[in-house]
Nanobody, 124 residues
Framework: QVQLVESGGGLVQAGGSLRLSCAASGRTFSSYAMGWFRQAPGKEREFVASISWSGGRTYYADSVKGRFTISRDIVKNTVYLQMNSLKPEDTSAYYC?????????????????WGQGTQVTVSS
């Protein structure tokens, strides 16, 4: 089992930036892929980005491509989501997730451990 703790959410104006962090403990960090999802009130949880165990492969939802960057620091056991050019529609609770695979996936079923979430609010 993997324990995940997110941080870095907050309130930002449209066009601004935030960096989310997710500290992992438990299983060997370099053995599994990581991902970020988000969920707005009344909506389903949706894929945002994922990164393979080595960091060599990344995937993004079309809605964030070119604005968000996922990365991981194996020494610090931490995955990051750098969010630039934020839009009001990016407002959501953001969840960090640890995959059950080494490869990066994009489906909820690919991930077996979840953080508690951190709120991101983008004002217009």
């Amino acid at each position: 089992q993997v324990q995940l703790v997110e941080s870095g959410g907050g309130l930002v104006q449209a066009g601004g930036s935030l960096r989310l962090s997710c500290a992992a403990s438990g299983r060997t960090f370099s053995s599994y892929a990581m991902g970020w999802f988000r969920q707005a009130p009344g909506k389903e949880r949706e894929f945002v980005a994922s990164i393979s165990w080595s960091g060599g492969r990344t995937y993004y939802a079309d809605s964030v491509k070119g604005r968000f960057t996922i990365s991981r620091d194996i020494v610090k056991n931490t995955v990051y989501l750098q969010m630039n050019s934020l839009k009001p529609e990016d407002t959501s609770a953001y969840y960090c997730a640890a995959s059950i695979h080494a490869r990066a996936g994009q489906e909820l079923a690919d991930f077996g451990s979840w953080g508690q979430g951190t709120q991101v609010t983008v004002s217009s």
